[in-house]
């Protein structure tokens, strides 16, 4: 099949989206549906590329994607069906990861969106970077550990040359955001309000509740005291919250 200069436009933008968004499974389904089962699975590198996060994978992707179209008239519109109903269209798209009911797709004016896909046993905590939040980090993290999930936060990641790209990126990548609104600290405010638009799920914990935001204030949070008897209480009430957060649909657990 002849495909024209609109349709190889458009197809990059496909690509965008399948790379910010498909897992393998979505891979093989289109593969299904265009006829093109067998370019999908037996790909040298494709499917490699995604599970690695490899260099090469928007190149595979755009490789693959422009053979489906190629390879029968209707397949540009089955291409374009499968994605613009999962994922949106047009540039790179984000969406929601949590729950069932309908869902916004919007692309970033000031952030990139990582190449890594969401973790489901990644949390991570957003708060004042200071050392009297050493021992609350340190309550968070084994909580997380108790629960066969990791924590991180951001100011132990630099990869990029913003810090705010590694915030964006942290929490875009997490299962669970944790956000400390001890001291009314802006940033966190900020970063609350990224995790709540990304669909996460958002645990607030203070040690006062007069910090907690007053469009905050109708949801549940766990307010603690910083000392010891106060974090090993928080690192129980966190747990217990974790656990829960983990258990798929339907119950049981990951």
């Known amino acids: 099949m002849h495909v024209d200069a609109e349709q190889r436009r458009k197809v990059v933008e496909f690509k965008n989206i399948a790379v910010a968004n498909f897992s393998s499974s979505n891979w093989i389904e289109l593969g299904s549906l265009t006829d093109r089962f067998d370019l999908v699975n037996d790909h040298p590198r494709l499917l490699r590329s995604l599970s690695f996060g490899d260099d090469d994978y928007d190149g595979c992707a755009l490789q693959v994607l422009m053979a489906m179209v190629e390879h029968a008239p209707e397949n540009f519109g089955e291409v374009e069906r499968y994605i613009t109903s999962r994922f949106g269209g047009g540039g790179e798209s984000v969406s929601s990861t949590v729950g069932t009911g309908p869902r916004i797709y919007f692309q970033p004016a000031v952030f990139s969106v990582p190449r890594e896909a969401p973790d489901s046993e990644l949390v991570s905590a957003m708060m004042p970077f200071s050392g009297a939040f050493s021992g609350v980090y340190g309550a968070i993290q084994e909580a997380s550990r108790n629960c066969g999930l990791r924590c991180e936060r951001a100011d132990n990641i630099w990869k990029e040359s913003a810090v705010i790209q590694d ?34 799920h958002v645990i607030p914990i203070t040690q006062s509740a007069d910090d907690i935001p007053f469009d905050l204030r109708h949801h549940r949070y766990l307010h603690y005291l910083n000392n010891g008897e106060g974090l090993a209480s928080l690192g129980r009430q966190l747990a217990d919250r974790l656990r829960y957060l983990r258990r798929p649909p339907g119950g049981g657990t990951f």
């Open 167 to 200: 915030i964006f990126g942290l929490i875009f990548r997490s299962h669970v955001v944790i956000c400390d609104f001890t001291g009314k600290n802006p940033n966190v405010f900020y970063e609350a309000g990224i995790a709540h638009t990304l669909g996460k």
